[in-house]
């Protein structure tokens, strides 16, 4: 069975910090790896995606992130932080094996000016 | 402009009322989603469809059905709604047949069940 982890929570960063949100995943085959945004009361938008390639991932707003197959790991990463990328961060695993996508818990993004 | 309208956007309903949440996309998509949204447990999949009269189970099926009878719309619906169905639901779609394709997702229904 295919499952996320997003093992924090709550994060809280500095305007113009660095971030890295955390999320390791569990899969039978080659994944299928998401980040997706959820502002408040917002639906939700594909920050980046990765299947095979290069293993730094480039996506939209100024966000990376990373794959490590020999940690499960697909960390989200953004240099400087605003104001605005306050929200929930959802990591997810999909794959050609099925149809079916599994989302982790979430991390809740909090900015201080 | 490319969109998943679901309606209502809000309700709140009694244990054991039938009630419909519609989903309708205009983006000709083949594959539609629902999801639930709970706190701590992130997005959980419902059901989802590939293409007209061909629906499957998520992870959380129970209590739900669904039927997509045209392209553009994927109703949800509960038969006989449960306080533990409590929950903020998304709609989503995905176009060509590839998981790996983004999904698009809908602005979410919030149904507290009493």
């Known amino acids: 069975a295919q499952s996320v982890t997003q093992p924090d929570i709550h994060i809280t960063v500095s305007e113009g910090a660095s971030l890295e949100l955390r999320c390791n995943y569990s899969?039978?085959?080659?994944?299928?790896l998401f980040w997706y945004v959820q502002s408040p009361g917002q639906g939700l938008q594909l920050l980046l995606k990765y299947f095979s390639g290069d293993t730094l991932v480039q996506g939209i707003k100024g966000f990376e992130a990373e794959f490590k197959r020999s940690q499960s790991s697909f960390n989200l990463r953004k240099p400087s932080v605003h104001w605005s990328d306050a929200a929930e961060y959802f990591c997810?695993?999909?794959?050609?094996?099925?149809?079916?996508?599994?989302f982790g818990g979430g991390t809740r993004l909090m900015v201080k000016p | 402009e490319a969109q998943v309208t679901q309606n209502p956007r809000y309700l709140i309903t009694v244990t054991g009322k039938k009630l419909t949440v519609t989903c309708s996309q205009n983006?000709?998509?083949?594959?539609m989603s629902w999801y639930r949204q709970d706190p701590g447990l992130g997005l959980r999949q419902i059901y989802y469809s590939m293409n007209v009269e061909v629906t499957d189970k998520g992870d959380v099926p129970e209590g739900y059905k669904v039927s997509r009878k045209e392209k553009r719309n994927f109703p949800l619906i509960l038969e006989s709604p449960s306080p533990n169905q409590t929950s903020l639901y998304f709609c989503?779609?995905?176009?060509?047949?590839?998981?790996?394709?983004?999904?698009?997702f809908g602005p979410g229904t919030r149904l507290t069940v009493l």
């Open positions: 997810a695993v999909g794959g050609n094996a099925g149809n079916m996508l599994t």
């Open positions: 899969y039978g085959a080659t994944p299928y």
């Open positions: 983006m000709n998509h083949e594959y």
């Open positions: 989503a779609t995905r176009g060509g047949s590839s998981s790996y394709n983004e999904q698009f």
